[in-house]
């Protein structure tokens, strides 16, 4: 028996910035999909959220493995037969972890290829294999950051801020090929938040680094799309 309600998927869903969009959108009535790429605290973190009264399931998702993707679309055939919401999420902030320089003449090629590989390639393939399971009025956001705006370029971090401003790109790009079919495409940027990413000295508390992602995953079938939002508010690219 397929289920009634709304079914949103959110990758990276484990912790952080996901797992709160996870307990948002479940609290707001989702049928939450909650992927991990590791199954253990994918299950951990869904058992969580289903301790607090919560509708969320849990299945793995490595956002740069094509079986991933397939096995998943396969999967939300079976249990629900479509998709209304999904959060591309997952993402890395690799030069963080480098040693040396941030600097863009010194940062290592192959650290901004594996950026790419989650933060920009892995959102296009999770699209590509769902995007099939939606009809008019889903909604796909792509959580974005202020550090891939053009707007308001600065230095350093390259492969971040590429990755981002590539998802941006992509953002527009699927928002036009998915106008016909009533699919809106929008770009998030949470603002600085603390989680493992952001770390403690960041500004901002999961709730309001949510905030914006969960408005976007909830506007009404006819609210826009191929935007960049920050706090439910519309941001220069
Ligand atoms: N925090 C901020 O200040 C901030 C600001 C702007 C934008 N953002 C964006 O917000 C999103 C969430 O960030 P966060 O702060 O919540 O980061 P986080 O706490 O580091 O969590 C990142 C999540 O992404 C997952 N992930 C990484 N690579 C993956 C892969 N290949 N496949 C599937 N999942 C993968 C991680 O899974 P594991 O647990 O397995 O590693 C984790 O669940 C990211 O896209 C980030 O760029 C964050």
Known sequence: MKKQRPVAVVTGGNRGLGLQTCRELAQRGYAVVLTSRDA?????????????????????LDVTSPADAAGLAGWLEQQYGRLDVLVNNAGVFLETAQEGSDAALEVRPELVLSTFATNTLGPLRVCQALVPLMGAGGTIVNV??????????????????????????????????????????????????????????????????????????????????????????????
């Open 40 to 60: 253990e605290r994918g299950m951990e973190a869904a058992s969580q959220l289903r301790d607090e009264g919560l509708d969320v399931s849990s299945v793995v």
């Open 144 to 237: 974005s950051s202020g550090m891939g705006q053009l707007d308001d370029m600065q230095g350093r971090y390259a492969g971040y801020r590429l990755s981002k401003a590539a998802l941006n790109a992509l953002t527009r790009v699927l928002a036009v090929e998915l106008a016909d079919r009533g699919v809106k495409v929008n770009a998030v940027c949470p603002g600085w938040v603390r989680t493992d990413m952001g770390g403690p000295k960041a500004a901002r508390s999961l709730e309001q680094g949510a905030f914006g992602i969960v408005a976007a995953a909830t506007l009404p079938p006819d609210g826009p799309s191929g935007c960049f939002f920050r706090d439910g508010e519309p941001i220069p690219w």
